[in-house]
Structures are given as structure tokens and as C-alpha cells.
């Protein structure tokens, strides 16, 4: 190294650092000059410009579309609703206490008077709603009456759902979205204390009816007010307003007088669902769950303690039974059954099974419900016997045939409707048991009981209420299993139609039109037939078909009539799928009862009392006279089988038979004539 | 030779006006960040105070052995700087269209701040050991050009058009001080010139080349135009004496992008007026000239070339960043050195300074 002495460049290096010196100097002079020029020749304008200025945006909330039935009744909309706010620094305890007085008490959730004043220790600008959508009364006495500072009432808006606890798992209900949902949905727009579809229509169609939120930015002072002597542009980048998009309305095929019908019809049942559909085009016209709950409520938001004890009720009010539980299907799945052994030609209509009350197979002992003696198919599905179908479980490759002619139905696959988490359900096949058996050593594999218990509905199948109701729709209509629909079509706020939703089918089911018929006669059978499991149940306006089923839960063997009723968990779930009017079928329905016990004495009569209100009060007056199977058995859909006519003229003019029977027999008389009599004639 | 820690010397020669000119700096730049932050961002102040302790740290990790140490590493440094900037390119975190960062965790390290030290001192180095009496012409300038503009394209690469403009400003400052002839001078400036139309067409980014037609012609893109408008209502919304600490407007709009490390001044100048603005241009004049007084006490052209390296940094980084704020330049991304939120510019600068610092304590021969 050099030593500094030394080196002969180094004084003109230091030489010429002092012109750097003075370069700084004249850079910082300059810079200093600029601000100069800025800050003190042009500081008054730019200071106007800014001045104690803030820009705003204020959102505009889009208006939510309106959920609408089939006949235009509002079933969700948004309606102004006021709120009490209070600025805690400006209340003052008498004030306070004049506001608790003029609110009574029954508006929950008032802040006590020691959270106010916590509250205004935070900061002057806070403010706290102190009571949610006020009535009318009182708003108008705070608004006359309290003329004391620091408590304002403000206008926002609410949803409202003016039918109540109907149709509540199909409309769903709102509430804020969550800390977590603003995290991972942050790009769809939403913000701290919007509100989101939770459940129902109203998650499932959040995007038509959300709307576009708007906004509008304005120039305000540190106090908040508007000022007007500043351009806006020249504050800000971009556009200064947006006018809000409000959201669709959505028509759906839900008819609210049926739905009514349906919820009213199931009072006696503490957890149920049903389902109507129209058998001509799928669409789905009621949609019940029970327990129910109050959408009002829950859009309003519960306490923690209320969510506990909904969450912890055995009876799940939350759960859509229609769609997001599966059962087996019991004795309505014997219609498959029938079309397996009928398709694939394992019987013929003649052949007979004599029912000694149980069948067995090995060690085990399949019982029946009771001995039916030398049963045919039409006599098997009228009178659910068990043994017939055993029979055909019995036979070769049964198991996996069913699961075919099951997938062909719609059971194990997700009906298409989306809505609530809907299930798929589940049908087992040899192939499922036997990869079961591996899997967990314990159970046997594939044995032929499997396929016994499968053959009546027991066993691994699982399905779902409307599942169970779009199958008999097929079997009504001719074998078109239908895509269900809940929504008919979307409208634009202003009315125009945006979206309409065609019915569409999903599948023609491959069995043929005599099969059909066949199996049609016997679901006749089942309620018109003195025999038939519903037959005790039956309408004596409309002609209903249908299968009744009993599903068990609880395999713990009979009950005598002396033990102990069973726990409400331990009961059979009791159902009854059909169709209406049976000559010439409109509706297709699947009415289950959660442990409700026998599917012809539980879940039969709420189905009767629908149909027959439906078609009494509901369907115009024109349509409320159907064709009659008994007068018209030649057309039917019976048509071919010879046995059918016999039958209903055998057991039409006789209740005698059955004296519990309440009708009276003039109501049988074929000669009465149809239409507005009928009422007078009840 | 001496020790090479000298803790006695550091303590005796101790430059206490570089010292207090630094601690000013890092004051202001404190008092400031807590207007700009308090509100939301309040980690944001934490983070820097931290930064400001590790600087000084570093400050006096620097100063405490003797600089030949550095000189004789200087290449050495150098080509790790160089690494860094390759694997930045490969590997770097990708934010708003450049990799320029590092993602170490809590830390995102931005090697081209420190590349602009390890370039001075690589010239320092070069400038040392190759003494020419009679000024310096394109034959001693051709190994300079080299250690300037390889990191000037890497830098430029990234794209960071800022940096890669404030080393090319030290590279001409230092090499101006070491009598490069100003015949030579001009001709690199021809040069560069007839380059800049290719390099105008070709090798800008849209959006770089937009900032720099919208402040040209401000109508011309009201979007780019935007940034430079805003800062500019807030200095001049400043008048004389500023509307007083935490009583800016314009920051509460929350509009001014990259507030805290490009736009520090803007703030700055709302709020304490032209008098506050005067205080800070003063604090950094004071700073650089007494960067270039040590730089001219200094014994060998290592140390005189190091600090006038330093100093054309400060001033340079400071004229384009107010200059750019005033509406003078266009928005280029230079930070304030020690006003400017971030770590990566806190501790360069500290780190020039402490050299700074090492060449004082040592400007006498022993």
C-alpha cells in the first residue's frame, strides 16, 4: 500500500472532491428551490386543493333479489327495517335510561349502560347499534319523543321471509359472512358485515341474486360533511361512482298453498320430509323438512346459546331430511324389485310364492309381516309381502341386478338438484360386500341374505326422500326419470326473463311399458285393494297409488305387545311413495315419517290428507274431477292386466268388510257425480 | 501493520459530527414513519427501529477494523455481490412485475441496494492500485466500465430502473473525482446518447417507458400521471410551516402507493412545511460534505474514493427521490437514504457510513 505522502495523484483527487463539495451544495440549493416553488408560490392553491379534505367511499348495498313461488307469492325479499344507534360520547344516563324505557322490554340485547361508557372511551366518532329492526311504534316515538343527542335511527334493510318457517330448508336462510369467509372468498367482493346465502335456494343461488354492490366517493372534511369546493378527480384515480346492480329474483316451482298443505298435514310427526313433484315435467312443487325453522331468526342471528341447543336437538332441525339424509327404503324399494324379476324375465305374472310367514335360508329366518299364503307379484306389492320378494333375492346374480335396475331408478347417484348438500345414497352390489368383507375381517362377504334383505328394501341401500319420489314419477309417467327442478327461471329486477329452466329428462328408465303397467296396478292395488297395506288410509275423493314402506332400524327382533315402547331413536322410519290420481297421474310424492313406526298407518294418511287438500283446494276447479280407475279400467294404466278390473270392482262398492272404515258408502257410489259436489258431499 | 481491530483507535478518533449528521437522519426518518404508520401499520415503525439498531451495529462493526482489510477483499465482495444479483434473477420473489428481493422470511433482502457499495468499493479498489499522474483517459476507464455496468445490467434486468440510474450517477461522480478527463467524459455521454433510441424502442418495459412520458406530458396518461400529482398536492399542500405532525390529509387518503419507501418526503413535507423540508435538506447537506471533508483528509485514494463514492449515493438518491416528489423526475423508486421505510436501504447506507466512519478514524498514517 501507498503510503499517503507518497502518492502524487492523490492532492488533485482531493483537488477535485471540492468541486464535488460545491455540486452537493448547488444539487441541495436547487432541491431547496423547488420546494420553495411548491410550498410557498404555489402553496396556497395546493393547500386549497387538499386542505382538510378526505376522500370517502360510501358502498351502495345492491338490493337482493326476491325468491318468488311458482304462483308469484314473495317468499324472500328485502324490506327497510330500522335500527337504533347510539354515539356513546354524547348519551347521557337519562337519556340512556328514557331509550331503555321507550325500547320495553322486549327488545333483547340492549348494551348495559357501563358497555356505553366503555365504548366512548375508545374514541369520539364510535358508534353502536343498541336495537335491531325496531317496530314502527317505537321508531316513530324516538323519532317525536327523544329529541336528545347521541341516539339516531337508521334505516337499512332486512331480509324478510313472509311465510315463515315454510318451505325453510328449500328457501335457506342468510348471515354475515364470517372472518374466515373474508379470507378465502375475498375475491368474490365480499366484506365485513355483508350477509351470505347459508342454506338452501339462498346459498345455492347466491350469484343470481347477490347483486352488484355499488359505490359513490365524495370529498368530506375531518368532521365528516360533504365539501364542494373540491374536484373530486383531482383526487382520486379512477372512476367516482358506480351505481349498485340489484340481484335476479328467481321464480321457483314451489307452490306455496301445497307447501302449506304438506307442512300442515305433517303435524303429528315430530321429524319428517316430503316431497311432491309433477310427474310431467319433474319440477318440484313442495319440499318439506321437519323440524323447521324460522329463516327470520336465523338471518337475524342467534346467540351462542341457541345455536348449542339447536346443534345438540336429536331431531337435527337444521338437517334438509329430503335431500341430506338417507334411509332404507323398506318396502317401497320392492317396485324395483318387480322390475328387475319382470325385465329379466325370472317370473311370469301367474307365478305364485306361498307365504308361511317366513322363508329360510340356512340357519337364518326371514320373517314376513304375516302369512300371506299363495301370493302372486300384483298380490305381493299390495300386501308388501316379504316372502315373494325373499324369493326373487334368492335368485341367481339377484344382488347385482338390483343395484342395476336401482341405478336405473336414480337411487345411488345424486339427483341433479344440488340443493342442501344433496346425497347420493347408496346401492350395494356383491362386488361392495365382498370388498366390505376384506376390509374389515369381520363381516362375511357376500352371502345370499344381502340379497333377501336388498330385495325389500333393507339391508346397505340408502337413499333419499326425492330420490324415492323421482323414481315413482318414472313409473307414473312411463319410465322418464326426470332432472328435479326447484328453480323455474330467473328474472331481471325490471321483470324480463333471464334464464327459464326447459324440464329436462335424465334418463328414460329401460323398462318396458307392460312392466310398468304391472307394477302401476299393484301400487293401485295397495290403497284401493281391502287388502292393500294403505287401504285403511285411502282418499275417497282422488284415487291414489302408491307402496308404503317400513324401514328398520333398530334389528333387536319383534315387539310383543307387552314389552316396553321402544326409544324414539330404536323406531322403524315409516314411508309412502306414490302417485295421483292413479288413472291418470299429475303428481308423483315420497312422504317419510323419522321413526314415525308403520309406513300404512303412520306415513299413508298424512300423504292421503295432502292429496286430497291439494286437489280439493289447490288445483283449479276445472282439473279437480281426474279420471277414475274404476270407471275407466280399460284405459288404464293397468290396461292388459285382466285381474285389475276385477279387483277394484270386487272391492269397490264393498267397505263392509273393514268396519273400522270411517267412510261412509255413499262416497263409494260410482254414480256420484264429479266436481263442486264433492265438497258438499264430505 | 497495526492490529487490524482497533477498538482504541475507533474510541479516540471518534467522528461525532458524522455520528450526530447520521443520528439526525435516522431521527427524522423515525418521527416521520410514525405519522405515516401509527395508524394502521404500526409494525411497519417497529420493524424500522429495529433496523436502525441493527444499522448502528453494523456502523460500528465496520468502522472498528482497518479499511486496508476491505480494499484488499474488494473483489472478492464484489463478485459475491455479483452472485447475488444472478441468483435474484433466478430465484428471487416476484413483486410487481420485478425480482429484486430476496424472501427470507421476516427479512426480504434486496441485493442491488448493496450491490451499490460493493461497486464502490471494487472501484475504490481498482482506482488504488492503478495511480495514473496525468489523469485518466478510456484506458483506465475501460475496467471501471466493466465493475460499473455488469451490475448496472443485472440491475436493470430485474427491472430496477432506479437503482441501475443511481449506480450509474456514482460511477460517473467517482470517476469524475478520480480526474477522469472530461474530453473522455463526453464522449461516453455521446455515446450513451446515440444509445439511448435503441434503448428507448427496445429495452424498456411499457410501463417504464410510460412513467416517463406521462411526467413528460402528464395529460398524456392521467393513471401514470397520477402518483407524482398526488405527492405533489401533498408537498405543496405544505406551505411554510406544514399543517404539524400527524395532521397530514392527503397520507389518511391511503392513495399515495409505496408511501413509505418511495414517497417518505411527501408526508414529510405536508406536514412540516418548507422550514421542515429546509431542516432535512440541511441534515443531508451537513451529512455529504462532511462525507467528502473526511473523504479529502483521507491517506490514500482507497479512502478518498470510497467517500466520494458514499457521498455521490446520498446526494444522488436524495435529488432523484425529492426530485421525483416534486414533480421534477419522473417516478423512478429510489428510496431517501435512512427516511425510507425498508431494511435493505437502512443498512447499506449504514454500512457506507460506517466505512465512511473507518476511513476517518484512520486518515492519519500512523
Redesign the interface.
Known amino acids: 500500500?501507498?503510503?499517503?505522502?507518497q502518492?502524487?495523484?492523490?492532492p488533485?483527487?482531493?483537488h477535485?472532491?471540492?468541486?464535488?463539495?460545491v455540486?452537493?451544495?448547488l444539487?441541495?440549493l436547487?432541491?431547496?428551490a423547488?420546494?420553495?416553488y411548491?410550498?410557498?408560490v404555489?402553496?396556497?392553491?395546493?393547500?386549497r386543493?387538499?386542505?382538510?379534505?378526505?376522500?370517502r367511499t360510501v358502498v351502495l348495498p345492491a338490493v337482493r333479489g326476491q325468491i318468488r313461488d311458482h304462483k308469484g307469492r314473495v317468499l324472500a325479499t328485502m324490506v327497510p327495517s330500522y335500527d337504533v344507534q347510539v354515539l356513546p360520547s354524547q348519551l347521557t344516563h337519562d337519556a340512556y335510561l328514557r331509550l331503555r324505557e321507550l325500547l320495553g322490554p322486549d327488545v333483547e340485547g340492549v348494551p348495559t349502560w357501563e358497555a356505553i361508557r366503555e365504548e366512548a372511551e375508545k374514541g369520539k366518532d364510535r358508534t353502536m347499534v343498541v336495537a335491531e329492526d325496531i317496530k314502527r311504534d317505537v321508531m316513530a316515538q324516538l323519532e317525536t319523543t327523544l329529541d336528545k343527542p347521541g341516539i339516531q335511527v337508521v334505516s337499512v334493510r332486512r331480509r324478510h321471509y313472509p311465510f315463515g318457517t315454510l318451505a325453510s330448508h328449500a328457501i335457506g336462510y342468510m348471515n354475515e359472512v364470517s372472518a374466515e369467509e373474508l379470507r378465502t372468498r375475498k375475491d368474490e367482493g365480499y366484506r365485513s358485515g355483508d350477509t351470505v346465502g347459508r342454506t338452501g335456494i339462498e346459498r345455492q343461488w347466491e350469484p343470481y341474486l347477490r347483486g352488484q354492490k355499488g359505490f359513490e366517493r365524495m370529498v368530506v372534511n375531518?368532521r365528516g360533511l360533504r365539501r364542494t369546493d373540491v374536484r373530486i378527480a383531482?383526487?382520486?384515480?379512477?372512476p367516482i361512482s358506480q351505481a349498485a346492480v340489484p340481484g335476479n329474483n328467481l321464480v321457483l316451482t314451489l307452490d306455496m298453498d301445497l307447501q302449506r298443505i304438506v307442512e300442515r298435514a305433517l303435524r303429528g310427526s315430530r321429524a319428517a320430509a316430503a316431497v311432491f313433484l309433477d310427474v310431467e315435467t319433474g319440477r318440484i312443487l313442495a319440499l318439506a323438512s321437519k323440524p323447521s325453522f324460522d329463516p327470520n331468526l336465523m338471518s337475524r342471528g342467534l346467540s351462542p346459546e341457541a345455536v348449542s341447543r339447536i346443534l345438540s336437538d336429536r331431531l337435527r332441525p337444521f338437517r334438509d331430511k329430503a335431500l341430506a339424509d338417507t334411509y332404507n327404503p323398506g318396502s317401497t324399494f320392492k317396485v324395483i324389485t318387480a322390475s328387475t324379476a319382470l325385465e329379466e324375465k325370472l317370473i311370469t305374472l301367474e307365478d305364485k310364492v306361498r307365504c308361511a310367514g317366513y322363508i329360510q335360508v340356512g340357519r337364518r329366518r326371514f320373517r314376513c309381516t304375516k302369512v300371506h299364503k299363495a301370493v302372486n307379484l300384483h298380490d305381493a306389492i299390495v300386501q308388501s309381502c316379504n316372502v315373494f320378494f325373499y324369493d326373487l333375492g334368492a335368485r341367481p346374480g339377484m344382488m347385482n341386478r338390483l343395484a342395476k335396475f336401482a341405478n336405473e331408478f336414480g337411487l345411488g347417484a345424486p339427483s341433479g338438484l344440488g340443493l342442501n348438500n344433496e346425497q347420493a345414497g347408496f346401492v350395494p352390489t356383491e362386488e361392495w360386500h365382498r370388498a366390505q368383507a376384506s376390509a374389515d375381517g369381520k363381516s362375511e362377504g357376500f352371502v345370499i341374505g344381502h340379497a333377501l334383505n336388498t330385495a325389500i328394501g333393507e339391508g346397505a341401500t340408502r337413499v333419499t326422500v326425492l330420490q324415492m319420489a323421482l323414481a315413482y314419477a318414472a313409473i307414473a309417467n312411463g319410465g322418464k326419470l326426470w332432472l328435479p327442478q326447484i328453480v323455474e327461471r330467473v328474472e331481471s329486477p325490471d321483470g324480463k326473463v333471464v334464464e327459464e329452466f326447459p324440464p329436462r329428462v335424465r334418463r328414460d328408465v329401460a323398462v318396458s311399458a307392460e312392466s310398468l303397467a304391472t307394477i302401476r296396478s299393484g301400487l293401485y292395488g295397495v290403497v284401493s285393494d281391502p287388502k292393500g297395506t294403505a287401504y285403511k288410509a285411502r282418499s275417497h275423493h282422488i284415487e291414489v297409488a302408491g307402496k308404503t314402506g317400513t324401514a328398520q332400524v333398530y334389528r333387536g327382533g319383534r315387539v310383543g305387545k307387552d314389552d316396553p315402547p321402544l326409544p324414539y331413536e330404536r323406531v322403524d322410519h315409516a314411508w309412502f311413495v306414490g302417485y295421483a290420481p292413479a288413472a291418470k297421474p299429475r303428481i308423483a310424492f315420497a312422504v317419510f315419517v323419522e321413526h314415525g313406526g308403520h309406513g300404512g298407518s303412520v306415513a299413508a294418511p298424512v300423504a292421503m290428507e295432502i292429496v286430497d287438500s291439494y286437489f280439493e283446494t289447490v288445483v283449479p276447479p276445472e282439473d279437480r274431477s281426474p279420471p277414475r280407475l274404476a270407471h275407466h279400467a280399460g284405459h288404464g294404466p293397468a290396461a292388459g292386466d285382466s285381474r285389475l278390473p276385477s279387483t277394484v270392482g270386487e272391492t269397490r262398492p264393498a267397505p263392509l268388510p273393514d268396519p273400522t272404515s270411517p267412510t261412509p258408502p255413499a262416497n263409494d257410489d260410482p254414480a256420484l257425480p264429479a266436481g263442486p259436489n264433492r265438497k258438499e258431499s264430505r | 501493520m497495526a492490529r487490524v481491530v482497533s477498538w482504541r483507535k475507533l474510541r479516540f478518533r471518534f467522528d461525532w459530527m458524522l455520528t450526530a449528521a447520521t443520528l439526525v437522519c435516522i431521527s427524522l426518518g423515525l418521527l416521520n414513519l410514525w405519522s405515516a404508520v401509527r395508524e394502521r401499520q404500526f409494525h411497519l415503525f417497529a420493524q424500522q427501529l429495529s433496523w436502525a439498531a441493527v444499522g448502528a451495529l453494523l456502523f460500528l462493526a465496520v468502522a472498528s477494523f482497518d479499511y486496508r482489510v476491505i480494499a484488499r477483499m474488494g473483489y472478492l465482495l464484489y463478485g459475491v455481490g455479483i452472485a447475488l444479483l444472478v441468483t435474484v434473477l433466478i430465484h428471487g420473489k416476484m413483486v410487481g412485475g420485478s425480482r429484486r428481493w430476496f424472501d427470507l422470511g421476516a427479512f426480504h433482502l434486496q441485493p442491488s441496494e448493496l450491490m451499490k457499495v460493493l461497486t464502490i468499493i471494487a472501484l475504490a479498489k481498482y482506482i488504488h492500485e492503478t495511480p495514473a499522474l496525468d489523469g485518466r483517459t478510456l484506458r483506465h476507464i475501460l475496467v471501471p466500465i466493466f465493475l460499473a455496468g455488469l451490475p448496472f445490467l443485472l440491475i436493470a434486468a430485474q427491472p430496477d430502473l432506479g437503482t441501475a440510474l443511481i449506480l450509474a450517477l456514482i460511477f460517473a461522480t467517482v470517476m469524475l473525482t478520480a480526474r477522469l478527463r472530461l474530453k473522455t467524459m463526453a464522449g461516453i455521454a455521446l455515446v450513451v446518447a446515440l444509445a439511448a433510441t435503441p434503448l428507448w424502442e427496445y429495452a424498456l418495459h411499457d410501463y417504464q417507458r410510460n412513467r416517463i412520458l406521462a411526467f413528460i406530458n402528464p395529460a398524456l396518461d392521467p393513471a401514470t400521471a397520477w402518483q407524482p400529482r398526488q405527492a405533489m398536492n401533498a408537498v405543496g399542500s405544505g406551505r411554510l410551516v406544514g399543517k404539524g405532525f400527524l395532521q397530514g390529509t392527503q397520507i389518511r387518503l391511503r392513495s399515495l402507493p409505496a408511501l413509505w419507501t418511495d414517497f417518505p418526503f411527501a408526508v414529510w413535507a405536508e406536514e412540516w412545511g418548507f422550514l421542515g423540508c429546509l431542516v432535512v435538506l440541511l441534515a443531508y447537506a451537513l451529512l455529504t460534505l462532511w462525507v467528502i471533508k473526511i473523504g479529502r483528509e483521507a491517506r490514500d485514494r482507497f479512502g478518498i474514493t470510497v467517500c466520494v463514492g458514499v457521498a455521490a449515493m446520498l446526494t444522488w438518491q436524495v435529488a432523484v427521490n425529492i426530485g421525483m416528489v416534486t414533480g421534477l423526475l419522473p417516478v423512478v423508486g429510489v428510496t431517501l437514504p435512512l427516511l425510507s421505510y425498508g431494511g435493505s436501504s437502512a443498512l447499506t447506507v449504514m454500512l457506507a457510513l460506517g466505512l465512511v466512519m473507518n476511513v476517518s478514524v484512520r486518515r492519519f498514517a500512523y
Open positions: 500500500m501507498d503510503i499517503a505522502g502518492d502524487a495523484e492523490l488533485e483527487i482531493r477535485r472532491a471540492r468541486y464535488l463539495s455540486l452537493v451544495a444539487t441541495f436547487g432541491l431547496a423547488r420546494l420553495f411548491l410550498q410557498i404555489e402553496g396556497d392553491s395546493y393547500y386543493m387538499t386542505a382538510d379534505s378526505i376522500v375531518r383531482d383526487l382520486v384515480d379512477g
